[in-house]
C-alpha cells in the first residue's frame, strides 16, 4: 500500500521492471488512506503510476477507483480453472473488504486483465475487488485492500485486522498463496 507518490525514475523502472519478466503486487486501499498527510492516497498513489508512467497508459488495464467500502462478497468469477480462484492452496469463495476499494478494469487497454473477485452480483469490469494481468514477460496482480493481507500484528495504536487467517474461513490466505504461485509460474 504505497503511501507515496513514485517519482518520474520509480515509475519507469516499476513498468520496465514488469514488461521485462518481473512480477508485482499491487495493495491499494480506500481513498481516505493517507497515511502521512500529504494529500496523497494509495489508490491516487497507484492510478498516477498507471497513468502518468513515461512508457505507457494504463499498461496493465487496471485503475483503482477512489471509493470506500466494507463488505463481504461471495461474488468470484465462475471459472473453475482460474489461478487465484482454485489454485494448489485451495478454492476462494468469498474475500471481505474493511475499508477498501474496488478498481475498473480495461481488456482495451491490456487484452489479458480479468477482474476475479467483485462488489456486485453483476460482476461489473467497474466493481473488481481483485484483478490480474501479464505485460509484456511479466505479470501483476492488484488488489483494492491492504486487510486481506493483515495479519493483527502492526501498530496498537492503528485499527488493526487479522484478515489475513481471521476473516472468511481463510479465504484471503488461500488467495495470496494462489496469487504468488501464479506470479511465480
Known amino acids: 500500500e ?26 491499494a486501499d480506500n481513498n481516505q488512506s493517507d497515511r502521512n498527510s500529504d494529500g496523497k ?29 466494507s463488505i463481504t462478497t461471495s461474488y468470484v468469477l465462475n471459472s473453475s480453472t482460474d489461478p487465484l480462484l482454485h489454485g494448489i492452496f485451495g ?20 487484452s489479458s486483465v480479468k477482474g476475479v473477485i467483485f462488489k456486485t452480483s453483476s460482476l461489473s469490469n467497474s466493481t473488481v475487488m481483485v484483478a490480474y494481468s501479464a505485460y509484456g514477460s511479466g505479470k501483476v496482480v492488484a488488489i483494492g485492500d491492504s486487510s486481506i493481507s493483515d495479519d ?9 485486522y487479522n ?23
Open 41 to 69: 492516497d494509495s489508490p491516487t498513489i497507484l492510478n498516477d503510476l498507471m497513468n502518468n508512467n513515461g512508457i505507457k497508459k494504463n499498461p496493465f488495464g487496471i485503475q483503482f477507483n477512489l471509493d470506500n467500502f
Open 152 to 160: 493483527g500484528t502492526g501498530d496498537t495504536n492503528d485499527q488493526l
Open 2 to 27: 504505497p503511501n507515496i507518490l513514485f517519482t518520474s525514475a520509480e515509475k519507469t523502472a516499476i513498468i520496465n521492471f514488469v514488461q521485462n519478466g518481473g512480477r508485482l503486487i499491487m495493495i
Open 91 to 110: 478454492n476462494v469463495t468469498q474475500a471481505k473488504w474493511s475499508s477498501g476499494c474496488s478498481m475498473t478494469i480495461s481488456t482495451t487497454a491490456n
Open 163 to 185: 484478515g489475513y487467517t481471521g476473516d472468511v474461513s481463510g479465504n484471503h490466505r488461500k488467495l495470496l498463496k494462489n496469487a504468488i504461485v501464479w506470479l511465480a509460474n
